[in-house]
């Protein structure tokens, strides 16, 4: 007899505290199956949880010490055994007891003394039955395990991605691109401090600082359509020079929202990285471009990367200037609480700077020359 879904005969778990009943199961069975025998509760435990666990019980309902219905309640508590199709055999006929034994988990009920044809059917019923969710439920996590597979390389080409492209706009700036990892970090060691804070923890969910660090790179793109004669240019910049390297902004916001056009959908990284973007030169008071936003108008997550922009720059030797210590860094930073940047921010930047040094001596910049804020 063939069994579908099995390259082998089934395990039957017998599990009867009568020695005649065991030796009558397993005559009927033997020839179909692989039978095994417990006299009691616990052995059927023990062969239950084994490496080699039954493909089915037939378990006595009526045993000494531990009975039938105890029996099923531990197996189907336990994630190793709890799919194991249960039958109970038992003389008592009543009603209420295969009720019972039903609401503990057993697939099926069979009255003593047993009728072999319907034992065998019933067996096979069940055995096929069970072939098939274990096909399903392994097809499941086969897929669930694809997916997560997938979805993390997903994550990992995108993160690449972004990082190369916001590369590609420090390598033109002259950058060693330590300064996109410092800021990336700066904004979330920020925006971590501030998230029980009442007036950011609705903007500052798990989820959304998880965006924010992801789109934090792209606070400069912009920088690739500046001329060289401009972003490389050693001194200070002339009026007409300093419009132009202005325009960053802008520009870094459209090709994003150009990047958002051909992919068709919206996509919350980008939305963010948008907001950086355009907004990350606006001041709390309004002095700041490119739209002259002021206090609660400038998008959060462009407040935390002015202030990790602004830091980064000061710390950092630029082409025009020498690094400054943290300790100057900060002293202009408090000056610019209120004015600059968000008081908060500014608070939260005080309350974790062994964090940005931290950060600051991790990703240290090599010999190549620094650039213009």
Not at 117 to 124: E, H, K, P, T, Y
Not at 138 to 150: D, M, P, Q, S, T
Not at 195 to 220: E, M, T, W
Request: aromatic share 6%; charged share 25%.
């Amino acid at each position: 007899m063939s069994i579908e879904g099995y390259d082998e005969k089934p395990t039957i778990l017998v599990v009867d505290d009568a020695p005649d009943n065991l030796a009558l199961m397993s005559a009927l069975l033997k020839d179909t199956y692989k039978v095994k025998v417990a006299t009691n509760g616990e052995k059927a435990l023990q062969i239950a949880g084994s490496v080699a666990p039954p493909d089915l019980i037939l378990l006595d309902v009526v045993m000494p010490e531990m009975d039938g219905y105890e029996v099923c309640r531990r197996l189907k508590a336990s994630s190793d055994t709890r799919d194991i199709p249960v039958i109970f055999l038992t003389a008592n006929v009543d009603a209420h007891n295969e009720e019972r034994g039903l609401q503990l988990g057993a697939v099926d009920y069979l009255t003593k003394p047993v009728v072999p044809s319907i034992v065998l059917a019933r067996v096979d019923t069940h055995l096929k039955l069970k072939a098939s969710a274990d096909f399903l439920r392994n097809k499941a996590e086969f897929l669930e395990a694809e997916i997560a597979k997938r979805t993390f390389e997903v994550q990992a080409i995108q993160d690449v991605t972004i990082m190369t492209i916001a590369s590609l706009a420090e390598t033109r700036d002259n950058e060693t691109g330590s300064h996109i990892r410092r800021t990336q970090y700066y904004v979330r060691i920020l925006a971590q401090h501030l998230q029980s804070h009442a007036r950011f923890k609705d903007s500052l969910s798990g989820n959304a600082i998880n965006l924010l660090y992801k789109s934090a790179p792209l606070h400069d793109i912009g920088k690739v359509g500046i001329p060289d004669s401009i972003l490389l240019k050693p001194g200070p910049l002339s009026d007409d020079e300093f419009k132009i390297m202005k325009t960053h902004t802008t520009l870094g916001r459209n090709s994003i929202s150009h990047a958002e056009k051909q992919l068709g959908m919206k996509v919350d990284f980008l939305a963010c990285a948008k907001e950086i973007a355009y907004s990350h030169h606006e001041k709390w008071d309004g002095s700041g471009y490119p739209q002259g936003l002021r206090e609660e108008a400038i998008p959060i997550p462009a407040r935390l990367m002015a202030l990790a922009d602004v830091y980064d720059a000061l710390v950092s030797r630029r082409i025009y200037k020498p690094n400054m210590t943290h300790e100057q860094a900060r002293e202009i930073i408090e000056r610019g609480r209120g004015n600059h940047f968000d008081p908060e921010v500014v608070d939260a930047f005080l309350a974790t700077e062994a964090n940005f040094l931290e950060i600051a001596a991790r990703y240290v910049d090599g010999d190549e020359a620094a650039t213009r804020l």
